[in-house]
C-alpha cells in the first residue's frame, strides 16, 4: 500500500463549480500536512498547510480528518487559473515525508 | 518570502560530461535542502536530502558517485550530475527549508536537462 494516495483524475468542472479532492496517508504517526499545487512543467508551490482544526484561504478550504486518516482541499468558485495539479505531502517527521502522485484539476470555462 | 532559486533553468550537455546544478535559498537560511527529479506526467521522486556541513543522504536507489550533492552554506546547495546520459534527462527541482522555524519545503524553479 502506498504512504500516500490520491485519486489521479482528471477532475473536469466548469467556472464557477466547487470541487474537493481527499488523499489518504497509511501511517497514523504522520505530523504534519500539506497542499501544493504544481502547474505543468512547473515546480510545485505551496498552497496551504492543513492544520487539525482545519484552514481556510479564500476559496480554498483544507481539512484533516485523523479518524479516518486523510486530508481534504476544496476550491470553491473555480477559477480557470486554478487547473493545475494537487499535491498532497505527508510529514511523518522532519526528515520521512510522502508526496501524493496528485490529482489533476481541468477547470474548463 | 521563501523564495528558492535554481540555475540553470535548462541545460542541454553531451553524454558523458558533468553538470552541475545550483540552488539558492534568496531570504530565508536552509538549513535543509532535498533534490528531486521528476519524468514527464510523474510525481517528484526524492533523491536526496542534504543538510548543510554534512554528507548528503541519498534515497535507495539513487547513485550516489553519480549525483554528487554539496551543502556548503545555508543558502546553497549543489547537484553535479557526472557523467551524464541520456536516460539522466529529467527536471531536476530542489526545495529548500529552514528546520527551526517550519516543515514547509519551498521548492526552486527547476533544471530541465537534456543529455544529447
Request: proline share 4%; glycine share 6%; aromatic share 12%.
Amino acid at each position: 500500500r502506498k504512504e500516500v494516495e490520491q485519486d489521479p483524475g482528471p477532475f473536469n468542472v466548469p467556472e464557477g463549480a466547487t470541487v474537493a479532492f481527499n488523499c489518504t496517508y497509511s501511517n497514523s504517526a504522520s505530523q504534519s500536512f500539506f497542499w501544493y499545487r504544481q502547474d505543468c512543467r512547473k515546480e510545485p508551490k505551496l498552497l496551504m498547510s492543513v492544520y487539525s482544526s482545519g484552514n481556510e484561504d479564500g476559496r480554498f478550504t483544507a481539512q484533516l480528518n485523523r479518524a479516518s486518516q486523510y486530508i481534504s482541499l476544496l476550491i470553491r468558485d473555480s477559477k480557470l487559473s486554478d487547473s493545475a495539479t494537487y499535491l498532497c505531502v505527508v510529514n511523518i517527521n522532519f526528515n520521512k515525508f510522502y508526496f501524493g502522485s496528485g490529482t489533476k484539476l481541468n477547470v474548463k470555462p | 518570502g521563501a523564495v528558492v532559486s535554481q540555475h540553470p533553468s535548462r541545460v542541454i550537455c553531451k553524454s558523458g560530461t558533468s553538470v552541475k546544478i545550483e540552488c539558492r535559498s534568496l531570504d530565508f537560511q536552509a538549513t535543509t535542502m532535498f533534490w528531486y527529479r521528476q519524468f514527464p506526467k510523474q510525481s517528484l521522486m526524492l533523491m536526496a536530502t542534504s543538510n548543510e556541513g554534512s554528507k548528503a543522504t541519498y534515497e535507495q536507489g539513487v547513485e550516489k558517485d553519480k549525483f554528487l550533492i554539496n551543502h556548503a552554506s545555508l543558502t546553497l546547495s549543489t547537484l553535479t550530475v557526472t557523467s551524464a546520459h541520456p536516460e539522466d534527462s529529467s527536471f531536476y527541482i530542489c526545495s529548500a527549508r529552514d528546520d527551526r522555524v517550519r516543515y514547509e519545503q519551498y521548492f526552486g524553479p527547476g533544471t530541465r536537462l537534456t543529455v544529447t
